[in-house]
């Protein structure tokens, strides 16, 4: 029985997983699931709306969903923010994390654009602009109101209304100001205001935000089409002309011209089958075609009944007109953009790589607890987590790749995601062969950290953007990408493996001689490993620019980066063979490894040069900055003679043999030695 | 003798090894930096394509040598790795992965210099319908004086830009004047004068530069800009002067001077790279996603036309997808903001193209060997 202990806590895992892949419970009867599964084109490719409102909500609130519920006056209330604004204002806050008995009601995107789309005078009320710096909020008077969540504060849409002139004020100063040279209050303030014309036009992108009855006023509309042509020509001939027809045709196309100016998603699908795949409209684009066209594109009509129905709260006409709305999508040969918004919805709702980001941390919780009590079972059961977040992790990349069809790295958010995968694979078969903790601590660590660092990167917006000309090649991607990212994981893992060897080392007693000795057998092991892989992929790399921009080489940034992995692990390995360091010098000189890749991999997209950079992000800068840091500090730490290492002190440790082995110059012997267990 | 051993012990040693490996990481990471501010052609060759990277102090022309450079650590490198190969390689089995590792990178070290050396770079700009036999080299012009007399084809000289210095005089036995040049600007931009408003005198007596303005504009670093140079040149003829000319890279059209009763046309251009063929642009695509600025896809589709060979096809030139012909290659390689008609092909000529696929092919191939004997071994010896 103890033997299958381990297998509990994946057991439970799997059922959380498991539990995600059914369709999301509906709070209300409007079929809000199906509504978004329904494909738009946004960012040029089709996307189900949930996404749409994923990345919108995630852009503007930098979550995934709206709490509805939460504290007030420092703990003194809880319940529904809105019935508790007035009686507590200012002290609105969301739950706090100890919190565990209280299940606040959340808005999920789908939920929440219904109501930006359908039902404003909700939306008005949610909080879901996010201000960050305090001295924006004291500008625009902002201190006693909106909800706030560990030093964040969010506020509705209502509780800026007032403040629209300051705003603009201010960012009619900021814009002219180089977006990077924006100091943080400016930063916020232009954000801010980013935020409020995002949410202007998903108002406007489902109906115009004053119609109340659309299919009531489209039916007109469309009654007054063939009239209502004729009497402009008729006007324009100088004839005789009916004002009534005419007024009834131009009234409504005045609010379709403003939602074909501002609407964000494009959610008309392409007229017929002699346009091209990816022409589709927005709501009003499509509108204003009508008369010339002497006919209303009939998925119109379907969008208009929708928003009637959730206007006038008949769900089931509402349910009925988009399984209508679906039949004739897939009638109308537009089956695979269905399939693609039903898929990508599905893979919204299973969120693998945030359930990994969970899995991860909690076996590299146990898997640390290990070292203290020896327990086969704390390190078997984060061994079998490990695998299991693998799987989800594989299945959630294999699953991207499906939706994109692409290669797994196509981006910067992708390859944290691929680097991470590259890690707990690389950590597991450490673990595998030498099962003493340290692999699954690795895995877990760095598996965890790439995957938040993944989930920040997202916040910029859509993740399955296209790719530009240059990057549209999949032969290229598949190989020099995935195989350069590879090489990224291999030398992060053996800085990593490194400061688990310094850390232990210096701060407990818990690392023998001998786990000393294995360690440095796994970071020798793993830096070959990455040589070979930031080698090749550095060449391949080389072969794509030959065969893109006519030369081999260009120093350019991205390439000189690769480049710099690639010398420093020629160095480290030359060092070894040379005799010139031992065990702590190529730990030492594996923490420096954590510092070259993480410029290469970030760093050089800061220079803003190149062909290669793609994507820009400030706050980045700030925490490569601080790893740098933390690194060095590590470096310096191994540097401290032995006497300071609490582990090699200790008397009583087994006189192993000297800590490395000294090979002669010219000695091309090792990889690691086996174990001889 | 001793001292010959000792230098070859040192010169064949690993510690060498590491320490050039050291420099050239610093080297590649200074370099990778300085681009911005200096731009990557610029810190390309004050980096990577010298043998010592040179500081200057603000003022003075001193130039301090404070670092090895490109040329001198690859130098290094190829030497040690030569000497330690002769020295204390034997060569067995075990170690053919290294040795091709090591033979794959001084082909790559050797490639990369005579790329350096060799290559020529150009672009070529075409606009729809438009035909050319030649590509321009976008970083440096030259002045040209034409000799349109003969009927059947005109007689060029051109002076490479190097020569013009402000106040130089330039003399040449096919030129019947003498070009003196009264101001030279490295990059400027050319306007069109407004005669009311203007308070200086227009830049030159004689041709476009009575009715165009010209400023100076600090010299660009930057990859998506090139510079253009102007010249306001005076020409002096044997009964004296004929007046000034404004020449600039941007003005297409030559202009005119007549001297004992012949005419000559002066202007400046791009240096030029003539071939046998001709290139015709037919249509140039340029998509973007739907409701995004992304690019979606550039290409040109050209007429290739060799009177020589008679060839006369249609190709179709885009992302990743080059035309190589006649020992050059042309890429895709932008467009015109201003003009959708307009596309820039790349055009490299580099005749050592092939060394670093042998040589990755060489060196990846030994790792591959290498770390898999290794892993074999591994397994093997865990196994027993």
Not at chain 1, 6 to 23: K, N, T
Not at chain 1, 105 to 128: F, G, Q, T
Not at chain 1, 555 to 561: C, F, L, M, V
Not at chain 2, 370 to 383: D, E, M, N, P, S
């Amino acid at each position: 029985m103890t033997k299958k202990l381990h297998w509990i806590l994946p057991g439970l895992m799997a059922l959380w997983v498991l539990s995600s892949m059914r369709a999301p419970k509906e709070r209300t009867d409007f079929n809000s699931a199906e509504f978004g599964r329904l494909p738009v084109l946004l960012n040029g490719r089709v996307q189900p709306l949930d996404s749409v409102a994923f990345n919108a909500l995630l852009q503007m609130r930098g979550t995934t969903s709206v709490p509805l519920e939460g504290n007030a006056g420092r703990g003194a209330a809880w319940g529904d923010f809105l019935a508790l604004r007035d009686q507590f204002p200012g002290t609105l806050e969301e739950r706090k994390w100890w919190q565990f008995t209280k299940h606040p009601k959340r808005l999920k995107p789908v939920s929440w654009l219904l109501e930006v789309a359908y039902k404003p005078e909700l939306a008005d009320n949610r909080h879901i602009f996010l201000i960050h710096h305090p001295e924006l909020i004291s500008e625009l008077k902002l201190q006693n109101q909106g909800v706030e969540n560990s030093g964040l504060r969010y506020y509705t849409f209502n509780e800026l209304t007032n403040h629209f002139e300051v705003l603009e004020q201010q960012t009619e100063r900021i814009r002219k100001i180089d977006p990077q040279a924006r100091t943080p209050f400016e930063k916020s303030a232009a954000k801010l205001h980013f935020s409020l014309g995002l949410y202007h036009r998903l108002r406007n992108s489902f109906r115009h935000e004053r119609s109340d009855d659309p299919a009531a006023q489209l039916a007109a509309f469309e009654k007054a089409l063939v009239p209502g042509v004729e009497a402009a020509r008729n006007r324009e001939n100088g004839v005789d002309y009916s004002k009534e027809d005419l007024d009834a045709l131009i009234q409504p196309l005045e609010q379709y011209d403003m939602i074909s100016r501002v609407a964000y998603p494009l959610i008309i699908p392409p007229p017929g089958s002699d346009h091209s795949r990816d022409a589709w409209s927005n709501l009003g684009a499509a509108l204003l075609q009508a008369p010339r066209a002497g006919m209303l594109h009939p998925a119109t009509r379907f969008f208009a009944s929708l928003a009637s129905s959730f206007r006038q709260n008949q769900p089931e006409k509402f349910n009925k007109t988009l399984s209508e709305y679906g039949e004739w999508l897939a009638a109308h040969s537009f089956g695979s953009e269905v399939q693609k918004g039903r898929r990508e919805f599905a893979f919204n709702q299973l969120q693998p790589f945030y359930k990994c980001m969970v899995i991860y941390v909690l076996a590299l919780i146990l898997a640390c607890a290990s070292w203290f009590n020896w327990s086969e079972t704390l390190n078997r059961t984060a061994f079998s987590l490990l695998t299991f977040g693998l799987v989800v992790h594989s299945g959630g990349l294999l699953f991207r790749m499906i939706l994109e069809g692409r290669p797994p790295v196509t981006n910067l958010y992708s390859s944290a995601i691929f680097v991470g995968w590259g890690t707990v694979v690389l950590g597991l078969v450490l673990e595998r062969i030498y099962r003493n903790a340290i692999g699954s601590v690795v895995a877990g660590l760095v598996g965890f950290i790439t995957l938040i660092i993944a989930h920040h990167l997202s916040m910029d917006g859509d993740t399955m953007e296209m790719l530009r000309a240059v990057l549209d090649t999949n032969l290229w991607l598949a190989t020099h990408v995935v195989v350069i990212t590879l090489g990224y994981s291999a030398t992060f893992v053996a800085g990593f493996l490194a400061t688990i060897y310094i850390v232990r080392g210096i701060f407990t007693k818990s690392l023998s001689r001998e786990t000393a000795q294995i360690l440095g057998r796994m970071v020798y092991g793993i830096i070959c490993f990455g040589t070979l892989f930031s080698f090749v992929g550095t060449i391949l790399g080389g072969i794509w620019a030959d065969q893109s921009w006519g030369r081999f080489w260009g120093w350019d940034p991205k390439e000189n980066g690769a480049l710099l992995i690639v010398i420093w692990c020629a160095v480290i390995l030359h060092a070894r063979w040379g005799g010139i360091i031992k065990e702590r010098g190529l730990m030492a000189m594996a923490v420096f490894g954590n510092i070259v890749t993480s410029f290469s991999w970030f760093g050089v997209n800061m220079l803003g040069v190149g062909l290669h950079n793609y994507g820009f992000m400030e706050a980045v800068f700030q925490w490569l900055t601080a790893f740098v840091v933390s690194q060095l500090v590590l470096i310096g730490l191994c540097l401290l003679p032995e006497k300071y290492w609490s582990s090699f002190q200790a008397k009583d440790a087994p006189a192993g043999p000297s800590p490395s082995r000294s090979s002669g110059p010219g000695s091309y012997d090792p990889l690691p030695q086996p174990t001889g267990k | 003798m001793r001292a010959i051993k000792a230098a070859f012990k040192i010169l064949s040693s690993l510690k060498l090894t590491v320490v050039c490996l050291c420099c050239a990481l610093v080297l590649v990471f200074v370099g990778t930096l300085a681009q911005v501010e200096q731009g990557l052609y610029l810190a390309q060759a004050r980096y990577f394509q010298s043998f010592m990277v040179y500081w200057s102090p603000s003022q003075g022309g001193l130039r301090i040598p404070v670092f090895p450079g490109g040329y001198f650590i690859g130098t290094v490198l190829l030497v040690n790795l030569i000497a330690a190969h002769s020295v204390r390689f034997t060569f067995t089995k075990k170690k053919i992965g290294i040795f091709m590792v090591h033979a794959g990178i001084i082909l790559l070290l050797l490639g990369q210099l005579t790329t350096e050396l060799f290559s020529i770079e150009s672009h070529m700009r075409l606009t729809e319908g438009e035909s050319k036999s030649y590509s321009e080299n976008g970083r440096r012009s030259e002045l040209v004086v034409i000799d349109p007399s003969d009927p059947t084809s005109d007689e060029v000289i051109s002076i490479p830009e190097s020569r013009l210095k402000s106040n130089a005089t330039i003399d040449h036995p096919r030129i019947p004047v003498t070009i003196k040049v009264r101001s030279y600007f490295p990059n400027s931009r050319l306007s069109r004068r407004a005669p009311m408003m203007a308070t200086t005198p227009p830049p030159a007596s004689h041709g476009l530069g009575q009715t165009i303005e010209v400023a100076a504009v600090p010299p660009t670093v930057k990859m998506d800009e090139r510079n253009l140079p102007s010249a306001v040149v005076e020409l002096v003829g044997p009964s004296g002067s004929l007046g000034t000319w404004l020449v600039s890279s941007v003005l297409e059209d030559f202009q005119e001077f007549e001297v004992g009763g012949k005419a000559f046309k002066i202007g400046m251009r791009f240096e030029r790279y003539y071939k046998p063929f001709n290139l015709e642009l037919q249509q140039f695509t340029h998509e973007k996603y739907r409701g995004t600025e992304i690019p979606k896809n550039f290409a040109s589709r050209v007429r290739l036309k060799n009177l020589q060979t008679g060839e006369d096809r249609e190709v179709s030139i885009y992302m990743n997808n080059p035309l190589r012909y006649g020992g050059e290659t042309f890429y895709q390689s932008g467009f015109d903001d201003k003009d959708p008609r307009v596309t820039i092909l790349q055009v490299v000529r580099n005749p050592s193209w092939i060394t670093p696929y042998v040589a990755c092919t060489l060196s990846g191939a030994g790792l591959l060997v290498q770390f898999l004997t290794h892993l074999i071994g591994f397994a093997k010896r865990r196994k027993s």
